[in-house]
């Protein structure tokens, strides 16, 4: 691949909502939420977590419940 068509450098941050509760989010994880240009969501993530993201930030919700029609593994990769 030249320079000229290689895609732009970006980071990835994982960021654990522990149990839900907005309030128990360490520093390091609001930070992350706040700079983050796109958020891949699992299905126990709440609100009030979300309220921390960018008015910008793409947010897409990729999570996966028994029984329940998911996002293959696949696709979440690729995002």
Do not use: F, N, W
Request: with cysteine; glycine share 12%; hydrophobic share 40%.
């Amino acid at each position: 691949m030249s320079a000229s068509s290689a895609l732009p450098l970006g980071r990835v941050t994982l960021v654990g909502a522990g149990p839900g509760d907005p309030e128990l989010l360490t520093l390091k994880a609001v930070k992350a939420i706040q700079s983050a240009s796109v958020i891949l969501v699992d299905d126990l993530v709440g609100d009030g977590v979300l309220a921390h993201a960018r008015p910008d930030a793409r947010i897409t919700y990729v999570g996966k419940r028994g029984g329940c029609k998911s996002t293959p593994q696949a696709t979440i990769e690729q995002l």
